[in-house]
């Protein structure tokens, strides 16, 4: 046994000054095969990590909502008697920070819309995102309270932009009056609320900023003309119902003389950012192009 310690001594010696790299009894080889995880795991386990800065897709929204570090919480924001269900998701960050609406899609409050709201967190905003179904579902419940996704989008359909822009104003009212908040406030919106988002640019002097993701722009010239706020707009290429009328709206900007900077992404469809599986790739790749963007204009107009 000597003898036998001795030369193991000798040959991790050697290798030492090889360059080799000497391991503990018992530690896992770096260098071994893993057992691969599933690929719905695994991609939600990148999502997570501190170097992805994208929001979650549909299929990852739970779980980053389960993992993530931040504070969030749901608040009840009273708009003339009816409480409309709010989540807010703070960032963590020694200073003020800007307010951020985040408007659902025409599916309502999902861990969806709750993913993205932690995602803008992340980046530094207060993210706040109402339930404008609230009162509107089965015993005055909201988006919870349907009994299936088509009854959901029937009662987000039937909303007028007018309550829309009440129940956003009251929501920006108490996010504005936090303590952790700068003064500064914009808006965002998916799909249904990408239009609400465009809507409420014309309806809220005060907004800071818009952000729109294949919505459609207000098609009444008098509407437009109320914008003060910067629009920032991204369309799937393959989405010609919406994207379709990007070019007219460019144009009535330009002669309003409003700030709009609309991006179409070739190949990628309707609710890229959500669904990023899709289009063979090409929504992936709008994603990770639209959302330095978005981040950075919010920055820009709210810090």
Not at 2 to 13: E, G, M, P, T
Not at 181 to 207: D, E, R, V
């Amino acid at each position: 046994m000597r003898h036998v310690s001795r030369y193991v001594l000798i040959a991790i010696v050697l290798g030492v000054l090889s360059g080799w790299s000497v391991m503990p009894v018992g530690a896992a080889d770096p260098t071994a095969t893993k057992s691969p995880k599933t690929p719905a795991k695994a991609a939600g386990k990148a999502a997570a990590t501190k170097a992805d800065p994208l929001p979650p897709s549909e299929e990852t929204a739970k779980e980053r909502l389960d993992e993530s570090p931040r504070h969030a919480e749901m608040v009840d924001v009273d708009v003339g008697g009816t409480p409309v269900h709010t989540w807010v998701a703070y960032p963590e960050r020694p200073d003020k920070a800007p307010v951020v609406l985040v408007i659902h899609e025409i599916f309502g409050l999902s861990d969806w819309i709750r993913g993205v709201a932690d995602q803008l967190a992340a980046e530094g905003f207060i993210a706040v995102a109402p339930d404008l179904l609230s009162g509107k579902g089965p015993n005055g419940g909201g988006t919870e309270a349907f009994a299936s996704r088509d009854d959901v989008t029937k009662a987000a359909s039937s909303l007028s932009p007018d309550e829309v822009a009440t129940r956003l104003n009251a929501v920006r009212a108490y996010a504005l009056a936090l303590a952790a908040a700068n003064g500064k406030s914009a808006a965002i919106g998916f799909c249904w609320g990408g239009t609400m988002s465009f809507a409420y640019a014309a309806a809220q002097p005060a907004l800071n900023a818009a952000v729109v993701y294949y919505g459609a722009a207000p098609a009444d010239p008098a509407t437009l003309v109320k914008i003060k706020a910067p629009v920032l707009g991204f369309y799937g290429g393959d989405d010609a119902r919406v994207t379709g009328s990007v070019d007219a709206t460019k144009v009535k900007m330009q002669v309003f003389e409003r700030p709009y900077e609309p991006h179409i992404y070739e190949g990628a469809g309707h609710g890229f950012l959500r669904a990023q599986g899709g289009q063979n790739g090409a929504n992936l790749r709008a994603t990770e192009q639209a959302w330095p963007l978005t981040v950075a204009f919010l920055r820009q107009h709210t810090s």
